[in-house]
C-alpha cells in the first residue's frame, strides 16, 4: 500500500524560504514519477513540478522561478525548496506519486504552508 507522507510546512514571513518533504512508503521507488502540486483556498489542485526517477525534473510554468524539486532515491523521498516566498503561495502542498507502468496515481495528506507577515 501506497503511503506518502509530507512534512516541513509551516508559516514564514514573504520573501522567506521553506523546504517541505514527502517519504514514500509500500512502493519500489524508482518506478514512479514523483511531484508536488498545490492547492490554496478556493482554488483547484495546480502542479508545481514533477521528477522523474532519473532526476529529470518539469516544472509547470514559470514555477521553476523560485521552486526547485528534487529526490533521493536511496531514502525514498522527494524535496520542494521554495524560495522568495509570497503570500499568493499560501497553500496546501501535495505529494503525488505517478507509477510508470499503470499511472496509478497516489496522494499524500498535504501539508500546509502559511506566508504571512
Known amino acids: 500500500q501506497v503511503q506518502l507522507v509530507e512534512s516541513g510546512g509551516g508559516l514564514v514571513p514573504p520573501g522567506g524560504s521553506l523546504r517541505v518533504s514527502c517519504a514514500a512508503s509500500?512502493?519500489?521507488?524508482?518506478?514512479?514519477?514523483m511531484g508536488w502540486y498545490r492547492q490554496a483556498p478556493g482554488k483547484q489542485r495546480e502542479l508545481i513540478a514533477t521528477?522523474?526517477?532519473?532526476?529529470?525534473?518539469n516544472y509547470a510554468g514559470s514555477m521553476n522561478d523560485r521552486f526547485t524539486i528534487s529526490r533521493d532515491n536511496a531514502k525514498n523521498t522527494v524535496d520542494l525548496q521554495m524560495n522568495s516566498l509570497k503570500p499568493e503561495d499560501t497553500a496546501v502542498y501535495y505529494c503525488?506519486?505517478?507509477?510508470?507502468?499503470?499511472?496509478?496515481?497516489?496522494w499524500g495528506q498535504g501539508t500546509q504552508v502559511t506566508v504571512s507577515p
Open positions: 509500500g512502493i519500489i521507488f524508482y518506478r514512479y514519477i
Open positions: 503525488n506519486a505517478r507509477a510508470y507502468l499503470t499511472g496509478v496515481t497516489s
Open positions: 521528477i522523474s526517477s532519473s532526476r529529470r525534473t
